[in-house]
Each structure stands twice: as structure tokens, then as C-alpha cells.
């Protein structure tokens, strides 16, 4: 069956960085698209950022361009978020999602 297991959230102070992953097994991997969603208490689901099968198309919510970075390593079958600049609006639960498969979250905490 699918699997999406994200690691690597925590509490970092604002400016700081993280990197997320976000291991997938049970469907196609290498040719599959693959998602970064966050979900900050009491708001809406929102995309963060996505990624091509071949890693050649990336596209970004606006309020994390220029900071957030994804990226894939089809033969550790791991996806990849580098969060730089973090700011404390950037705090919310962030998921792994391919089609319409979701991994369990990991917590990404922005406070001084």
C-alpha cells in the first residue's frame, strides 16, 4: 500500500532553516508528482509546493518562493522541502501528498 512518511519538523527560531523529507513507498515514485501541504490551526489546507516526476518542474506558493526549496531523489524514492528564512507565519503541520495519498504530517514550530 501507499506510504508517505514525513520527518525532519521541529522548533526552529524565525531566520532559521529546516529540511524536510519524506519517504514513499508502495506506487511509482519516479513517475509520480509529489506535493508539500501545510496546515496552520484553524485555516485551510494550502499547497506549498510541487514537484514533476523528473524534478524539472517545480512550482511554489507565493509566500514561500525565494525561501523553500523542493526537491526529489527518485532512487532513495525521498522527497526533499529545504525551508530557509523561516518566518513564524510559516508554522503549521506539513504533509507529503501524491494524487490522492497524504503522509501524517510533521509539525514545523517558528517561535523566538
Known amino acids: 500500500q501507499v506510504q508517505l512518511v514525513e520527518s525532519g519538523g521541529g522548533l526552529v527560531q524565525p531566520g532559521g532553516s529546516l529540511t524536510l523529507s519524506c519517504a514513499a513507498s508502495?506506487?511509482?515514485?519516479?513517475?509520480?508528482?509529489m506535493s508539500w501541504y501545510r496546515q496552520a490551526p484553524g485555516k485551510e489546507r494550502d499547497m506549498v509546493a510541487s514537484?514533476?516526476?523528473?524534478?524539472?518542474?517545480?512550482n511554489y506558493a507565493d509566500s514561500v518562493k525565494g525561501r523553500f526549496t523542493i526537491s526529489r531523489d527518485n532512487a532513495k524514492n525521498t522527497m526533499y522541502l529545504q525551508m530557509n528564512s523561516l518566518k513564524v507565519e510559516d508554522t503549521a503541520v506539513y504533509y507529503c501528498?501524491?494524487?490522492?495519498?497524504w503522509g501524517q504530517g510533521t509539525q514545523v514550530t517558528v517561535s523566538s
Open positions: 514537484l514533476n516526476d523528473l524534478g524539472n518542474r517545480k
Open positions: 508502495g506506487f511509482a515514485f519516479s513517475w509520480s508528482t
Open positions: 501528498s501524491t494524487a490522492n495519498y
